[in-house]
């Protein structure tokens, strides 16, 4: 298994550009979740999950938009990239949601310029 | 709102010494705890869980944590840390609730290890 893979690894945007983060999951894993991770402020979830066609908001929604079409995909959308968005972004999957492990992708490194 | 407070941003130790992250949440109800690392340039893999039973959980690599309920807390420790122990800590916390956004993971802010050789 892959598990969580994410593409791309690094990524600079201009203010204003769009773009997409991908993450596939190969666990099967019902629940998916996007993070952003700011130095010395930790993770804060974005957006998350519960299945195929279901999605909702996270602590910090503002700027993103998210879809799920199949169980394996998740991907995050960007419409207009602020400096304030540049962070580093990971992509988690779990089987069920409060009682299991959340398995993380590697990250996307995001500057936005 | 569930909060995840860890006392340390940055601790910095020499091989061999023990260590101790601080780690409180300030949910009443039941929680589900987690420690996560995260070594240089890596993603985050979990160290180890608590949902229920003896409060003193082992996890990998030599790493234990010990819940207390009545202090609201969930320190990991280590007895004698490596080298290869130097990363970032992050403890997480979910209300255990398949409800709303309970069942979601909050993160605390993390604590860098840094050991030295």
């Known amino acids: 298994n892959a598990g969580v893979t994410q593409t791309p690894k690094f990524r600079i945007l201009k203010i204003g550009q769009s773009m997409t983060l991908q993450c596939t999951q190969d666990?099967?894993?019902?629940?998916m979740y996007w993070y952003r991770q700011d130095p010395g402020m930790g993770l804060k979830l974005i957006y998350y999950?519960?299945?195929?066609?279901?999605?909702d908001k996270g602590e910090v929604p503002n700027g993103y938009n998210v879809s799920r079409s199949t169980t394996e995909d998740f991907p995050l959308r960007l419409e207009l990239a602020a400096p304030s968005q540049t962070s580093v972004y990971f992509c988690?999957?779990?089987?069920?949601?409060?009682?299991?492990?959340?398995?993380f992708g590697p990250g996307t490194r995001l500057t936005v310029l | 709102a569930q909060s995840v407070s860890q006392h340390n941003h940055h601790v910095i130790l020499s091989e061999a010494a023990s260590l101790e992250l601080g780690c409180n949440y300030s949910?009443?109800?039941?929680?589900?705890l987690f420690w996560y690392v995260q070594y240089p340039g890596q993603h985050l893999q979990l160290l180890l869980k608590y949902f229920s039973g003896d409060p003193l959980v082992k996890g990998i690599k030599g790493f234990e944590a010990e819940f207390i309920k009545s202090k609201f807390s969930f320190n990991l420790r280590k007895p004698s840390v490596q080298w290869s122990d130097t990363a970032e800590y992050f403890c997480a916390v979910n209300g255990g609730n398949y409800g709303g956004s309970q069942g979601n993971l909050i993160f605390g802010k993390g604590t860098k290890l840094s050991v030295k050789p």
């Open positions: 666990m099967n894993h019902n629940y």
């Open positions: 949910y009443g109800g039941t929680v589900n």
């Open positions: 988690a999957s779990s089987y069920g949601r409060a009682y299991n492990e959340q398995f």
């Open positions: 999950s519960v299945g195929a066609g279901i999605t």
